[in-house]
């Protein structure tokens, strides 16, 4: 048995010159130099003990244990379990971004080691990781989870402007907010048991699933409070704005990933420090796909050589807006019969049955499913589900471009995918990514809430298939810089410094 998976940074393989196409799409001179400064030695700084807090856990785990312990005892063996078998990665944000990013803190000798709390019920209480990181599962009884879930499923509608905020103004008052408060209860408690334990210099919380926890822990040292999602206080019930910026200010720094945010925060009345950061992708964890593979996952799904692929990457969630697609599609196929949509995506940790179990993202692609059906375009659209990553960089090659449709998004790392393959993008002014968007020089903008706005960008991109595409994808490339893993670090170790002054 073994897990190998390049996200460990090792093979228990015999080592092998790596072909071209196993290659990251960042291998060139400028970026080996981005690569080898990320942290300037001038910027160096003592090491520092970091306990991490996610709502999803990094690994998910499909075995329901036998009894707490009796599939775990070997936990501190972690490299005899089995990805896909015994594991897998949760996809989405912690493993394309928080993960990634503690690696290489602990590469760099910035971190000296790592604790990283989740919810996971149904893993072990603790999972040793290679390289100094340590997963601790919090265990939440079935009783408690369901209205966890339901009040975490209405702030996240809410902020998200599908529930509006007069039928949502009442949640703090009812018995599904207790559990999310429990929740966070048990989280802090849990926290706080390993704080006694490891004497930590920074507590690292993300997202809104866990804003609580910088009041709960009762400490005076560093907090650090990530805000993934994004922030409209015009979505924020006026009932709810007492408590939540009660919990932001707990907190000595909130982070948040587009300028739009931050002066959101300002107008919703926070004073305390707010930094803006662009969310990250290491592109060392992308590869150039070959032939043979790109062959193969079309095949999989039904592509035909001469097919135009519009490709949109997203979880099944009415968030994503993924119907306002099929509906250009429709609209565009008599012009362009040759038209293929394809989706790729399942459910989040809230829809997985290894999760919180919320059946939102079968309610959704069902939905898809009847849409593409009753618009005569069901066997031009393509559902994936959850893909491999070689699958996935093989469909990011094959596509002629990609699309975010989301009606809100705290940013779109799906975007910088698409730049790391020199792919034109169509993005919704929806998405925090959209501020390092210039419409027509490194992707297309549309508004999600203007009828027709998407075909016509997408028009744009099928009639001149060549020099404007060829144009959007290379300056995408270079705007993806932004948001690597190199960039990323340097503006952690920039606000760590910060924080350590304080």
Same mark, same amino acid.
């Given at each position: ?451 027709? %706005? ?8 099928? $009639? +001149?298939?060549?020099? @404007? &595409?060829?144009? /959007? !994808? #290379?300056?995408?490339?270079?705007? %993806? ?8 670090? $340097? +503006?952690?170790?920039? @606000? &760590?410094?910060? /924080? !350590? #002054?304080?």
């Amino acid at each position: 048995m073994h897990s190998v998976d390049s996200r460990w940074g090792h093979d228990a393989g015999t080592a092998a010159e790596p072909r071209e196409e196993d290659r990251d799409l960042f291998s060139d001179p400028e970026a080996a130099t981005l690569a080898t400064t990320a942290v300037p030695a001038e910027g160096r700084m003592n090491a520092v003990s970091v306990l991490i807090n996610t709502q999803t856990p990094l690994l998910q785990f499909p075995r329901a244990p036998r009894g707490r312990h009796a599939m775990w005892e070997v936990e501190s063996n972690f490299s005899r379990l089995v990805e896909g078998e015994d594991y897998r990665f949760s996809p989405g944000g912690v493993s394309r971004m928080v993960y990634p990013l503690a690696r290489r803190m602990l590469t760099e000798g910035v971190w000296s080691d790592v604790h990283w709390v989740s919810l996971n019920s149904h893993g072990p209480e603790m999972v040793r990781l290679p390289g100094g990181i340590t997963l601790h599962n919090v265990t939440i009884q079935p009783e408690h989870l369901g209205g966890y879930g339901k009040a975490k499923e209405a702030i996240w509608s809410t902020v998200h402007g599908l529930n509006s905020p007069r039928s949502s103004r009442d949640l703090f008052w009812t018995d599904d907010y207790g559990e999310y408060t429990y929740y966070n209860r048990v989280t802090a408690e849990l926290i706080r048991e390993l704080d006694l334990a490891h004497d930590f210099d920074l507590f690292y919380i993300h997202d809104f699933q866990q804003l609580p926890i910088g009041q709960m822990l009762g400490t005076i040292k560093p907090k650090l409070f990530r805000w993934h999602i994004p922030f409209d206080s015009r979505k924020i019930p006026a009932q709810w704005r007492p408590l939540i910026s009660t919990y932001l200010n707990s907190y000595d720094v909130v982070v948040v990933s587009s300028e739009r945010y931050r002066g959101a925060l300002r107008r919703f009345g926070h004073r305390g420090p707010v930094r803006r950061m662009y969310p990250c992708i290491d592109p060392a964890e992308y590869k150039r796909a070959g032939p043979d593979d790109i062959g193969a996952v079309t095949t999989k799904f039904g592509i035909g050589p001469n097919d135009t692929v519009v490709l949109v990457v997203a979880r099944m969630d009415p968030a994503k807006a993924q119907d306002r697609v099929i509906g250009a599609v429709a609209r565009l196929l008599p012009r362009f019969p040759r038209l293929r949509l394809v989706l790729v995506g399942n459910g989040s940790f809230t829809s997985a049955s290894s999760g919180l179990g919320i059946p939102k993202s079968r309610t959704w692609r069902r939905h898809l499913e009847e849409t593409a059906a009753s618009r005569g375009v069901h066997d031009r659209v393509v559902f994936t589900g959850h893909v491999s990553q070689s699958e996935l960089e093989s469909l990011y090659e094959r596509c002629a471009f990609t699309v975010l449709p989301s009606v809100r998004e705290g940013f779109g790392l799906v975007v910088v995918e698409s730049w790391l393959y020199h792919k034109p993008t169509v993005v919704s002014v929806r998405a925090g990514i959209a501020d390092l968007v210039t419409d027509g020089e490194n992707g297309l903008l549309f508004d999600p809430d203007r009828p027709r %706005a998407l075909d016509r960008q997408m028009l744009r991109l099928l $009639r +001149d298939s060549g020099p @404007l &595409s060829r144009k /959007l !994808g #290379e300056a995408g490339h270079q705007t %993806a810089r932004l948001c690597t893993l190199d960039a990323a670090v $340097r +503006d952690e170790v920039r @606000l &760590s410094g910060e /924080l !350590g #002054e304080n």
